[in-house]
């Protein structure tokens, strides 16, 4: 299945310029204007769960981003420094 | 002449300690000590085979096979990973494009690249110092589905001939880093098909470079999920060590961590 026109664009963006991801908060229909998104895409990126997220085509990888970034990871997060302060 | 004097794989991921420590300790344990083992083979070089998490690359432009070919490596950061940079090693990355499309098979260019989680939570523990140099070779599955096993297989059997006809003495360490069974922004996130991994690895123990090449993606995308299909850069590793036999490191199958967790040492014999 092929994402909606212009998510993966989209998120792709995101990862290239982090300065524009807390739009996805503050203002994502300012982001979802910029990239063409249907108004069917809009409402599951604003409030899908990761499964809803998947269905639509959007790629796994993209699905994890896509949520951090809406505040919604599917994974607690924790401090790597548990681990590599002890290397 | 060059050689390849260690050959190791480990899954490229951590995850929250809590509720499950003692399955974390032992994982980090075993990741720390095939860090120690790496450095006591003294190596000039370590050649991380992965996958990238689409950090550095996109759909729009597929690179199943890719390296980095820059002198240095600022690293992306993102799992909150240091950004220390990392030195490369450019001779032997564009050396061994050239070898390998000489031979046929293409292996982009990764040049700018951030190295992202799949390279830096196993070398940032292999080399917590960051001095020996390295390359990242990128087996990138996310470009499903491509690349296979059995380009795989042709990937390292390349790797081989390439490092062991260096001019120099060059002693390389190769780490495979990925896997096991897991998805990642699915339904079954959180899934992990222990029997999957046993049996993978056991293929693995026994240096089975056939039974290795012969899986199928789509096969592994079904019972080990998008995240599974990492385990290619196990068989590049494998396939660069023929007739090696595995000893396991670690395995823990953790759900809390959505991943099936392994590490494991090829001794050549």
């Known amino acids: 299945m092929t994402a909606p026109p212009g998510v993966h664009a989209l998120i792709e963006h995101l990862v290239r310029c982090p300065e524009e991801r807390a739009l996805v908060k503050t203002d994502p229909d300012a982001l979802f204007a ?23 085509g959007i790629h796994g990888n993209y699905v994890i981003k896509w949520l951090i970034w809406s505040g919604r990871p599917t994974l607690p997060f924790f401090a790597m420094s548990h681990f590599f302060d002890r290397r | 002449m060059g050689s390849i004097v260690g050959a190791f794989a480990m899954s490229h991921q951590l995850g929250a300690p809590d509720g499950v420590e003692e399955q974390s ?34 759909l729009e432009a597929p690179a199943p096979f890719a390296i980095g070919t820059a002198k240095e490596f600022t690293p992306l950061g993102d799992m909150g990973l240091p950004r220390d940079p990392i030195p490369g090693s450019p001779g032997f990355a564009e050396g061994f494009q050239t070898f390998a499309r000489s031979r046929g098979l293409s292996v982009a260019t990764a040049d700018p690249v951030h190295p992202d989680h ?44 390439y490092a062991e006809g260096l001019p120099d003495d060059a ?7 990925g896997g096991l069974s897991h998805w990642v922004g699915m339904p079954q996130e959180g899934t992990i098909n222990e029997l999957w991994d046993r049996q993978f690895l056991a293929d693995m123990l026994k240096g089975d470079i056939d039974a290795l090449a012969a899986r199928d993606n789509s096969e592994i995308l079904r019972v080990a999920g998008n995240g ?24 823990e199958a953790i759900p ?11 001794h050549a014999v």
Do not use: C, K
């Open chain 2, 171 to 177: 002693r390389v360490v190769l780490l495979g880093a």
């Open chain 2, 256 to 266: 809390e961590w959505a991943t099936g967790m392994a590490g494991m040492e090829l």
């Open chain 1, 34 to 56: 910029r990239f063409g998104i249907g108004e069917e895409a809009r409402a599951v990126l604003r409030q899908g769960t990761r499964d809803e997220l998947s269905r639509i």
């Open chain 2, 25 to 58: 300790e032992r994982v980090f344990q075993g990741m720390r000590e095939i860090g120690r083992r790496i450095r006591a083979l003294e190596p000039s070089l370590i050649v991380v085979v992965t996958s990238d998490h689409l950090n550095n690359f996109s």
């Open chain 2, 228 to 251: 599974g299909l990492e385990v290619n850069a196990w068989i590049v590793i494998a396939a660069a060590m023929p007739g090696a036999r595995g000893e396991i490191l670690f395995y």
């Open chain 2, 118 to 161: 799949g390279v830096m939570i196993p070398l940032g523990i292999t080399d917590p110092e960051r001095r020996i140099p390295a390359v990242p070779l990128y087996v990138n599955t996310v470009f499903y589905p491509e690349p296979g096993p059995a380009e795989s297989r042709r990937l390292g059997e390349l790797l081989r001939a």
